[in-house]
């Protein structure tokens, strides 16, 4: 196509623009050129899956460089910013998860990958704070282990996309605490706190014990922090319990549940709000809990089911 | 575009594959309407060029997730990569300028920055090695010190495009030695070697000794080597010396010269070599050098001419 249009010349140009334009049409060709050429050196990988992704992300990067223009200075900021996003990172904190979710690149891979059928429960980020090997805990514990904030009573049940409850799902579950900390973000506990594994009963129905969680600015103080400054972004995100819920047979969902009425869920940092997702978390004050407990001071109760779609 | 096409009924289409179409489209509709929801969240950025980057770079990475349907699996690998680049930098060592550079992004970078009036040196990647602060050397100086391989020779003129030289012209120079390393790749090494800057006569000649540097392999040891491997793709660059040339009311220019029959020109890792970039190596038996030096080894000889264009 570009070949076509190379040399076509438009009436009433001068030949100095004519010759200018040429030029340009020329540039082009040659980065065309070295793109596939670059692109070439894929053809042989070892993974036709790895060649594609390759390649168009070479697509990409290339053509971004040429949209932007982008100069050597720059270049070399992006170069320091990834360096450093990378050197921030260490097994409490997760830097690049950080930026792809404030990118909303995490949420567009999340949306090619979980097209739900009606009624499933939808996915959202999994977030730079979930950590593998979460305590096992039993209905009726307190996930807290000392985190600070009001008690919260969470129940629900699992249930398949057809409605029935799904016998012994598993649950896991993971959340900031009232003062907006995960447990790794803070220096020297020595304990888990808010997280733990859960497994349904018979009926699929789960409950426990945590403290409400409060809206809180994503860590703010590395790379990503600096990128959300310059675009005038806020760091904040609405209150929510993280959880990932699979069971035999059904397709895993990793979400969260978002507190209603949350100020922040139209400008959710890393854009994982869905309406779905929004829940009530009810505040009231002592009385007997929905477990039997005899609560002397206020506290919370949320309720919500998770619907899992069969495995495809 | 996407509007007019979403409900578009194609003649002879079964009712089922209709629907099927209407959904993928709706879905795909949706994903667009996050892209733009991301994009929106720039548009109140510090400065008009920040938010063009971002939203292109952002328009590039949401299209390239769903072009090739970017698994969490492959999302979370990709996170991984990511991370280990920048924490295998250092000091010493450019991981991601190394990545960079092996995508084609960096020449790529280059080719729309340094649009050269015909006749002046053209410019190729600055690469992962260079150093700011080269030691101050003047005309004859042996910048290898110490540095192991055989003695070369290098002497050339710095010009303008328009003919005339360029008196005081400032050089950097920067290579591998004779064994494929730089300096700041060898451990232990307390001094500079086959480093320095040097200011060219009234007559915008320059004259120095360094070794004949040899062809090598890019490290490989790290992210980027993985990525190489699974492209199965070569390391190896051609033998070449590394020069920064710049002079008061001209255009900088960042390049190598390459050694003329190097078995790597047409499989550079990093995408650099041009063909005006090649020159002659040419080995001697002992003899007296250019400079006058009697020479009782062999040794070469390179001359290069660099032609600065006047700034923009």
Redesign the interface.
């Known amino acids: 196509m570009r070949a076509t249009r190379l040399g076509k010349r438009e009436e009433g140009g001068s030949s100095y623009a004519y010759l200018r334009r040429l030029d340009e049409q020329m540039?082009e060709l040659?980065?065309d050129n070295?793109?596939n050429?670059?692109l070439a050196?894929?053809e042989?990988?070892?993974?036709a899956r790895?060649?594609?992704?390759?390649q168009?992300?070479?697509r990409?990067?290339?053509?971004?460089?040429?949209?932007?223009?982008?100069?050597?200075e720059?270049?070399f900021e992006a170069?320091r910013f990834?360096?450093?996003?990378?050197?921030i990172?260490d097994d409490n904190r997760?830097e690049?998860?950080l930026l792809?979710d404030t990118?909303?690149?995490?949420?567009?891979?999340?949306?090619?990958?979980h097209?739900k059928p009606s009624g499933a429960t939808e996915s959202t980020v999994v977030g730079p704070f979930y950590v593998e090997g979460a305590p096992e805990c039993k209905n009726g514990d307190d996930l807290a282990n000392g985190a600070p904030g009001e008690p919260c009573f969470v129940e629900g049940q699992v249930r398949s996309v057809s409605g029935g409850p799904i016998a012994n799902a598993h649950l896991e579950v993971w959340q900031a605490d009232d003062e907006g900390f995960y447990d790794v973000q803070r220096e020297g506990l020595s304990e888990v706190q808010d997280r733990g594994q859960l497994t349904a009963d018979e009926n699929g129905r789960f409950w426990f014990w945590t403290v409400k969680p409060a809206s809180y600015p994503i860590p703010h103080d590395g790379p990503v922090g600096g990128?959300l400054k310059?675009?005038?972004?806020t760091p904040w995100r609405p209150a929510h319990i993280h959880f990932k819920v699979w069971a035999s047979g059904y397709e895993t969902v990793i979400t969260h549940v978002f507190e209603k009425g949350d100020k922040y869920l139209d400008s959710d940092a890393v854009?994982g709000v869905k309406d779905s997702l929004i829940a009530d978390f009810v505040r009231h004050q002592p009385q007997t809990a929905p477990d039997g407990t005899e609560m002397d001071k206020p506290f919370y109760t949320l309720t919500y089911d998770f619907v899992l779609a069969p495995r495809a």
Not at 63 to 70: A, K, N, P
């Open positions: 540039k040659a980065e070295f793109t050429e670059v050196t894929f042989d990988a070892e993974s790895f060649k594609e992704i390759m168009s992300l070479i990409h990067l290339h053509t971004f460089v040429r949209e932007v223009q982008l100069t050597e720059e270049w170069i990834l360096t450093r996003t990378g050197q990172s997760q690049f998860i792809s990118l909303g690149v995490s949420m567009q891979m999340i949306g090619v990958n097209s990128m310059a675009a005038k972004r854009f």
